[in-house]
Protein backbone atom coordinates (compact mmCIF):
# COMPACT_ATOMS: atom_id res chain seq x y z
CA UNK A 1 0.00 0.00 0.00
CA UNK A 2 1.88 3.20 -1.38
CA UNK A 3 -0.72 5.78 -0.84
CA UNK A 4 1.92 7.73 0.89
CA UNK A 5 4.72 7.53 -1.78
CA UNK A 6 3.51 10.83 -3.24
CA UNK A 7 3.60 12.90 0.17
CA UNK A 8 6.06 15.40 0.17
CA UNK A 9 7.04 15.32 3.72
CA UNK A 10 7.50 12.84 6.96
CA UNK A 11 6.06 9.98 5.82
CA UNK A 12 6.23 10.36 1.83
CA UNK A 13 9.96 10.76 2.21
CA UNK A 14 10.07 7.81 4.88
CA UNK A 15 8.20 5.38 2.23
CA UNK A 16 10.19 6.22 -0.67
CA UNK A 17 13.46 5.76 0.94
CA UNK A 18 12.17 2.84 2.51
CA UNK A 19 10.89 0.36 -0.27
CA UNK A 20 13.71 0.57 -2.52
CA UNK A 21 16.11 -0.54 0.32
CA UNK A 22 13.61 -3.26 1.48
CA UNK A 23 13.38 -4.64 -2.60
CA UNK A 24 16.85 -4.67 -2.54
CA UNK A 25 17.41 -6.38 0.69
CA UNK A 26 14.97 -9.22 0.56
CA UNK A 27 15.46 -10.12 -3.21
CA UNK A 28 13.74 -13.49 -2.56
CA UNK A 29 10.35 -12.19 -1.57
CA UNK A 30 7.90 -10.90 -3.87
CA UNK A 31 6.39 -7.21 -3.52
CA UNK A 32 3.12 -6.14 -4.81
CA UNK A 33 3.58 -2.35 -4.44
CA UNK A 34 -0.06 -0.41 -4.97
CA UNK A 35 -0.16 2.84 -5.93
CA UNK A 36 -2.95 5.39 -5.80
CA UNK A 37 -2.21 7.20 -9.18
CA UNK A 38 0.46 6.18 -12.23
CA UNK A 39 2.42 8.49 -11.28
CA UNK A 40 5.12 6.38 -9.31
CA UNK A 41 4.35 3.50 -11.97
CA UNK A 42 7.72 1.78 -13.44
CA UNK A 43 9.90 3.71 -10.24
CA UNK A 44 10.67 0.02 -9.00
CA UNK A 45 11.04 -1.56 -12.23
CA UNK A 46 14.21 -2.13 -12.53
CA UNK A 47 13.43 -4.85 -9.11
CA UNK A 48 12.46 -8.33 -10.45
CA UNK A 49 10.87 -9.26 -6.89
CA UNK A 50 8.44 -5.89 -7.78
CA UNK A 51 5.28 -6.01 -9.43
CA UNK A 52 3.66 -2.59 -9.44
CA UNK A 53 0.08 -2.35 -9.93
CA UNK A 54 -2.21 0.92 -9.82
CA UNK A 55 -5.57 1.10 -8.08
CA UNK A 56 -7.37 4.31 -8.58
CA UNK A 57 -10.59 4.81 -6.47
CA UNK A 58 -13.15 7.56 -6.05
CA UNK A 59 -11.95 7.96 -1.80
CA UNK A 60 -9.07 6.70 0.52
CA UNK A 61 -11.28 4.95 2.61
CA UNK A 62 -12.42 3.17 -0.66
CA UNK A 63 -8.81 2.35 -2.00
CA UNK A 64 -7.89 1.62 1.68
CA UNK A 65 -11.11 -0.76 2.60
CA UNK A 66 -11.92 -2.38 -0.58
CA UNK A 67 -9.56 -2.10 -3.86
CA UNK A 68 -6.37 -3.07 -1.46
CA UNK A 69 -7.64 -6.12 -0.39
CA UNK A 70 -9.61 -7.03 -3.78
CA UNK A 71 -5.95 -6.52 -5.17
CA UNK A 72 -4.45 -8.28 -2.43
CA UNK A 73 -6.62 -11.31 -2.94
CA UNK A 74 -5.49 -11.61 -6.69
CA UNK A 75 -1.97 -11.63 -6.15
CA UNK A 76 -2.27 -13.44 -3.41
CA UNK A 77 -0.64 -11.38 -0.75
CA UNK A 78 0.25 -12.87 2.26
CA UNK A 79 1.32 -9.41 4.76
CA UNK A 80 -0.32 -6.08 4.19
CA UNK A 81 1.84 -3.11 4.94
CA UNK A 82 0.81 0.47 4.96
CA UNK A 83 3.16 3.36 6.20
CA UNK A 84 -0.28 5.45 6.36
CA UNK A 85 -1.18 3.75 9.44
CA UNK A 86 -4.55 2.19 8.16
CA UNK A 87 -5.05 -0.96 7.49
CA UNK A 88 -8.27 -3.15 5.76
CA UNK A 89 -11.12 -4.24 8.22
CA UNK A 90 -10.92 -7.35 6.82
CA UNK A 91 -7.21 -8.24 6.56
CA UNK A 92 -6.77 -9.83 9.99
Known amino acids: MLRSIDEDQGIGIYTRNLV ?6 DPNTE ?3 IYRTPRFLGKFASFPNATEV ?12 VGVPLVARRHDVDLI ?3 KFTVPFGSG
Open 31 to 33: YVL
Open 20 to 25: PRLLAR
Open 81 to 83: FNT
Open 54 to 65: VLQTPTKPLWDQ
